[in-house]
Structures are given as C-alpha cells and as structure tokens.
T-cell receptor, first 111, second 114 residues
Framework: ELKVEQNPLFLSMQEGKNYTIYCNYS?????LYWYRQDPGKSLESLFV?????AVKQEGRLMASLDTKARLSTLHITAAVHDLSATYFC???????????FGTGTRLAVRP | AAGVIQSPRHLIKEKRETATLKCYPI?????VYWYQQGPGQDPQFLIS???????DKGSIPDRFSAQQFSDYHSELNMSSLELGDSALYFC?????????????FGSGTQLSVL
C-alpha cells in the first residue's frame, strides 16, 4: 500500500525566511504533484514533476523530485503572508491520475 | 477559461437521507475523479470514470454510487447518509487516463450530515 508522508505537518515561519517541506513516498511513482489549499477552498495545482531530478519554480516556490530517494521537496524562498495555506503533495502510481495525497503541511507566515 | 464546476456548493442533509452531487468537467475532458476530504484530513480517492466507464475505484462505501453521462458530467449518489459522510467532496477532470498535465479540481461540495 502506498504511503505518502509530509513533514512538517505544521510550519509557522516569519516573513522573509526560507524553509523546505518534505514529501516521502513508499512506492515507485510516475508523477508527483504539489497542491495548495486555502481553508474551505479547492485544491490549486502548483507543480507536476515527472522525472528524476525534475525541478520547477514559480515565484517563491520551487519543487524538486528525487525518484531514487522517493522524495520531493517544496522550497519556500523569502516567505510572504500570502503563502499561508495548506500544501499537499500527491503521488500517482497508476498512470491513471488516481492520486494518493500526503498528510498536508499547514503553513502560517507571520509578519 | 472554463473550470470544473460542481453543484451544489453546500448541502445539508439528515442521517439516512440521500444526496446527489454533480460535476461538470472542463470541456473536452473525458475523465472524472471524485475525492472525499474530511475535516483536517487529506483528500481520499473515491472513484474515477473514463469515457463513461468506471476506470478505478478507491475507498468508496457501498452506499455510494457514481456514473458518468454521455455529456461527460458525473454524479455521485450517496444513500443512507451517516454523520461520518460529512466532508468536502471534490471532483477533478483530465483529458485521457494518462496525462502530463495538472489535474484540475472543482471548488467542491461541502456536505454536512446532521
């Protein structure tokens, strides 16, 4: 059974600081996704990572994938309050977009 | 750009009642997925359809059923509702079963069972 674990589960960080969220998964995967969710809202797609060594960046967020280590990271650079949300990684092992989500990391960026 | 549309946005039901959730995928998307997200939980895959046929099944209770219609919209039917069914139900759509594109989620239906 595929397990997807994120850490930390909760992250409180100061504006302007950098931090990394980690996503570990237990089975070889075709694709890994990162999503953002605001409270009570939908899942906003951030990145899809398809191959070992893939790195994608958008704004203050950068995601990477190491398929050998079964690890993905979401790095936050110079955090701002608008980044406060819950971030989920999700893994697809079926090539059919049946995603298994991680536990989520709740990020709070304080002034 | 058109997104995945779900209705209703909010639904309040009592125990043992039935509920129907609707999902309209992005135009030209032929694959629909249903996910359930309990309070403070991560989304859990329920079921998916490709070209109107069930393509995969997850942790969907036997009390629930779903189908995809000829216009590709999908409905999730929930019967004998229980308190534990209270959750946010998301629909997502994609084009084809294997895609390199991001999976697009709707805004969700918040179901509250009293």
């Amino acid at each position: 059974e595929l397990k997807v674990e994120q850490n930390p589960l909760f992250l409180s960080m100061q504006e302007g600081k950098n931090y990394t969220i980690y996503c570990n998964y237990s089975t070889t995967s075709d694709r890994l996704y990162w999503y953002r969710q605001d409270p009570g809202k939908s899942l906003e797609s951030l990145f899809v990572l398809l191959s070992n060594g893939a790195v994608k960046q958008e704004g203050r967020l950068m995601a990477s994938l190491d398929t050998k280590a079964r690890l993905s990271t979401l790095h936050i650079t110079a955090a701002v309050h608008d980044l406060s949300a819950t971030y989920f990684c999700a893994v697809d092992i079926s090539s059919g977009d049946k995603l298994t989500f991680g536990t989520g990391t709740r990020l709070a960026v304080r002034p | 750009a058109a997104g995945v549309i779900q209705s209703p946005r909010h639904l309040i039901k009592e125990k043992r009642e039935t509920a129907t959730l609707k999902c309209y995928p992005i135009p030209r998307h032929d694959t629909v997925y249903w996910y359930q997200q309990g309070p403070g939980q991560d989304p859990q895959f329920l079921i998916s359809f490709y070209e109107k046929m069930q393509s995969d099944k997850g942790s969907i209770p036997d009390r629930f059923s779903a189908q995809q219609f000829s216009d590709y919209h999908s409905e999730l039917n929930m019967s004998s509702l229980e308190l534990g069914d209270s959750a946010l139900y998301f629909c997502a759509s994609s084009s084809g079963q294997a895609t390199n594109e991001k999976l697009f989620f709707g805004s969700g239906t918040q179901l509250s069972v009293l």
